[in-house]
């Protein structure tokens, strides 16, 4: 069986691990400037700073999709170019940047997909508190009002935010992404204003246009239960993890499980009147990014309580994956992706889903001008197959997004993690597209895998 009719091929990037530029037309640093110059905290003292120099490639870089035949592109908006005191004053030259690019995909038939959070939160912003404050998420509705302003009808979808767990639990709770807290309580006070931004943005587009399609993009965990205690383990995680966003955001409640396992932290009090209704938003898809799954189980002993992004779950245990790994050491479990997205379909059936991001790190090497990216093609038709038994299960599935459109800069893991189907050579910026590219050119094409 195929892929229904027009089904959305795309690829997926994010402001700040593409598009370098970072002091130009008004620009001001976001969070992940200041900590990826800081010492120690991204491999090899790797920053955002030149990247795939996007910024000024631009319209090479649409050639190059329109080459592949991608029938979508999803990137993201940085806040700090449009609006770069966080607050206040729109910077019209950063907003030109991306009315540009709007324009140069329409141009090539090309349907813009846009996420206005990709995690490059203004650092004056943080200065005050970041997503701790709740004021942060009033900032954030504003800049989404004056992007809708401008870029309004030009953008097919628009994303609220990417994978508001990252920007909470790995920022604020693990400290291993930006702004580097390691405080679980800072990290569920940041959950709770991530959510109340994407209610207050999704009503800010909405009072611009009407007729939007609006999304938000989450990185759903999917747990594989150990032994007699993986269940509740599972539910844990769950809650901590998956239901933190799809209770309020599609349900209008936090889950009372989430309370009770948090309650030892905090008492929700940041949760205001009115919060939950605001961030219950009729949403028209929902983008789902997949990549791997954990297995769980409970610690048979109390364990000491290092930086975790579990806020509250530290009976938890995460165990090490069972190979094949990728090159981020994430197992390879296609049949995940299924049963997140039927899971998915069945507590929410009438919602449309979207699979935002899905692709694979591989240590890739050029050999005479090509890359033979044999594991990443493997990786893909998996889980292209996934979806389409997904499909087959009676999902309604719109679209699937390749993560990434080309190498990049992959957070703490600076430049040496390579997610691209275009391969980026950093000292001449030469872009050199892999054979999955090719591969992935002959699916848009004709449907088969
Ligand atoms: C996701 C992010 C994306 C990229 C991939 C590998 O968590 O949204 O920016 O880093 O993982």
Known sequence: ????????????????????????????????????????????????????????????????????????????????????????????????????????????????????????????????????????????????????????????TWTTLNEPWCAAFLGYGAGVHAPGATDPVAA???????????????????????????????????????????????????????????GPMLEGAYPADLLEDTAHLTDWSFVQDGDLEAIHQPIDVLGVNYYSTSRVRLHDEPVEHAPSPWSGADVVEVLPPEGPLTDMGWNIDPAGLTDLLVSLHERYPDLPLMVTENGAAFPDVVEDGAVHDDARIDYLRRHFAAAQDAIEAGVDLRGYFVWSLMDNFEWALGYSKRFGIVWVDYATQERIPKDSARWYADVIRTGDL
């Open 188 to 246: 569920l006070r940041a959950a709770h204003h991530l959510n109340l931004a994407h209610g207050l943005a999704a009503q800010a587009i909405r009072a611009q246009l009407p007729d939007a399609k609006l999304s938000v993009t989450l990185n759903l965990h999917v747990f594989r239960p150990e032994g007699p205690t993986g269940p509740e383990a599972a539910r844990r995680l769950d809650a901590v993890g998956n239901r933190i966003w799809l």
């Open 1 to 156: 069986m195929g892929f229904p009719e027009g089904f959305v091929f795309g690829s997926a990037t994010a402001s700040y691990q593409i598009e370098g530029a970072v002091d130009e037309d008004g620009r001001r640093p976001s969070v992940w400037d200041v900590f990826s110059r800081t010492p120690g905290k991204t491999v090899d003292g790797d920053t955002g700073d030149v990247a795939d120099d996007h910024y000024h490639r631009w319209e090479a870089d649409l050639d190059l999709m329109r080459s592949l035949g991608l029938h979508a592109y999803r990137f993201s908006v940085a806040w700090p170019r449009v609006v770069p005191e966080g607050r206040g004053a729109v910077n019209r030259k950063g907003l030109d940047f991306y009315s540009r690019l709007v324009d140069g995909l329409l141009e090539r038939g090309i349907t813009p997909v846009a996420t206005l959070y990709h995690w490059d939160l203004p650092q004056v912003l943080e200065d005050e508190g970041g997503w701790r404050e709740r004021s942060t998420a009033e900032a954030f509705a504003a800049y989404a009002g004056a992007v809708a302003e401008t870029l309004g009808d030009r953008i097919d």
